[in-house]
C-alpha cells in the first residue's frame, strides 16, 4: 500500500474512533476502537486520564497555530491545574495527611532543558514555576518553602488551594487515620468517584520538536514532604529530541524505582514502539516488585519522533487523551493484570 492510500485508511479509521469516542460522550474509547497507533500528522499533543482531553484542547490551541510544543504543554497541563474539580492536581487537589495541598510538577524541552518544584504550596500552577526554573535560573529543582519563595519573586500570587471539597473529604479520612494512600484504581473513594491522579503530556510541534509536563497533588493523605515521579526528570517525565519523550501516571514510588519515564525514552531508542517500549517499563516494575505492583497502579505514556504514540498499564483503568490533525479522542490503554 502506498503511504497516501495507508495514510487515507487510517484517516478513515481515526474518524470513526472519534465518531465512536464522541457517541460515548466522555467516556474512554473502548479498546475495540483503539486506534492504530501508527496514525501520525504533527503536531500532535497526547496526555494522561480522560481529564487529558480538555487539557489537549489548551495545547492544541498552541500546537495548531505553529507554537512550540514547549509552550503547548505549559498551556495544556494548567487546564486542570486550575480546575478545582479535579482533586488530583493543582488547585481542589486532596491534601497531604497534616490538611496541606503540596504540589510537584516538571517541565522539559527539545534541548533538554528542564525545571522542576516538589512540595511547592499555596500556588495554583507549578508547571508555570517549574519553567521559570528551567528558564530563570542555573537549577532544575526548587523545593518547599524555597520554591514557594522563588514563585512568590517572580510576582506569582499565594492562594488557598485547599477547596472545601477536598477539606472535607480530608476531615473524614482524618476521624479513621488509616495512613493507606490510594492512588488510580478506580471508584475506590467513599462515593464511588475515581480517584484519577497526575497529568502528564507530552507534544510534537510542526517543527518536530518534543516537549513535556507533568504536574499532581501526588498521593492523597500522603505524609507531608513525600514527594513522587512527578517532578523528577527522568521518572515522572522524559524527552529526547533525537528519540521521543514519555510520562508517567501512578503510584510514583514504583515509577522512580526504575527511573521510567527515561527507560521508556531509552527503549524507544533502541527501536522499540511507544506502545512496547511502556509495556516493557510496566514489565520491569512487575519484576522488580511484584507484590508492590499487584496492589498499585502505574501508566506509561509514550511519543516517538515519528509521531507514534502508545501506552501501557500495570492495571485496567488507565487511559489517555490523543490530539492531532485527525484524532481528538481518549484511548483505553492496553495493561498486564488481566
Ligand atoms: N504519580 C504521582 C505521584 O506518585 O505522586
Not at 501526588?218 to 519523550?245: F, M, Q, T
Request: with cysteine.
Amino acid at each position: 500500500m502506498t503511504d497516501r492510500r495507508k495514510f487515507v485508511k487510517l484517516s478513515l479509521l481515526s474518524s470513526a474512533a472519534v465518531l465512536a469516542g464522541n457517541k460515548l460522550m466522555g467516556k474512554a474509547t473502548p479498546a475495540s476502537y483503539v486506534v492504530p497507533p501508527t496514525v501520525k500528522d504533527n503536531p500532535i499533543v497526547i496526555s494522561t486520564w480522560p481529564f487529558g482531553k480538555p487539557a489537549n484542547a489548551a495545547a492544541w490551541e498552541v500546537l495548531r497555530k505553529g507554537g512550540r510544543a514547549l509552550d503547548a504543554v505549559e498551556a495544556g497541563v494548567r487546564v486542570p491545574e486550575a480546575d478545582p474539580h479535579n482533586q488530583s492536581v493543582g488547585y481542589g487537589g486532596r491534601p497531604d495527611r497534616d490538611g496541606r495541598v503540596t504540589l510537584d510538577a516538571c517541565i522539559m524541552d527539545e534541548n533538554s532543558k528542564c525545571g522542576s518544584v516538589a512540595c511547592l504550596e499555596h500556588i495554583v500552577h507549578p508547571i508555570s514555576v517549574a519553567r521559570m526554573v528551567m528558564e530563570k535560573t542555573p537549577h532544575v529543582m526548587l523545593v518547599g518553602d524555597g520554591a514557594l519563595q522563588f514563585a512568590l519573586a517572580n510576582g506569582l500570587k499565594k492562594e488557598n488551594l485547599l477547596t472545601p471539597k477536598s477539606e472535607a473529604e480530608w476531615r473524614a479520612w482524618l476521624k479513621d487515620h488509616k495512613y493507606k494512600p490510594v492512588i488510580n484504581i478506580e471508584n475506590q473513594l467513599p462515593g464511588g468517584e475515581s480517584n484519577h491522579d497526575t497529568i502528564g503530556m507530552v507534544a510534537m510541534d510542526k517543527n518536530g520538536n518534543l516537549s513535556g509536563a507533568c504536574t499532581t497533588s501526588g498521593l492523597s493523605y500522603k505524609l507531608h514532604g513525600r514527594v513522587g515521579d512527578s517532578p523528577i526528570i527522568g521518572a515522572g517525565l522524559y524527552v529526547d529530541n533525537e528519540v521521543g519523550a514519555a510520562t508517567s501516571t501512578g503510584v510514583g514510588e514504583e515509577v522512580i524505582r526504575i527511573v521510567g519515564s527515561h527507560l521508556v525514552v531509552e527503549l524507544m531508542r533502541q527501536g522499540h514502539s511507544p506502545e512496547d517500549a511502556c509495556k516493557q517499563a510496566v514489565e520491569r516494575i512487575v519484576a522488580k516488585s511484584p507484590a508492590a505492583a499487584r496492589e498499585a497502579q502505574v501508566g506509561f505514556l509514550a511519543l516517538n519522533k515519528k509521531g507514534d504514540f502508545g501506552g501501557y498499564a500495570l492495571q485496567k483503568g488507565f487511559s489517555y487523551a490523543v490530539r492531532n490533525g485527525n484524532l481528538n479522542t481518549v484511548i483505553e490503554s492496553k495493561y498486564h493484570y488481566v
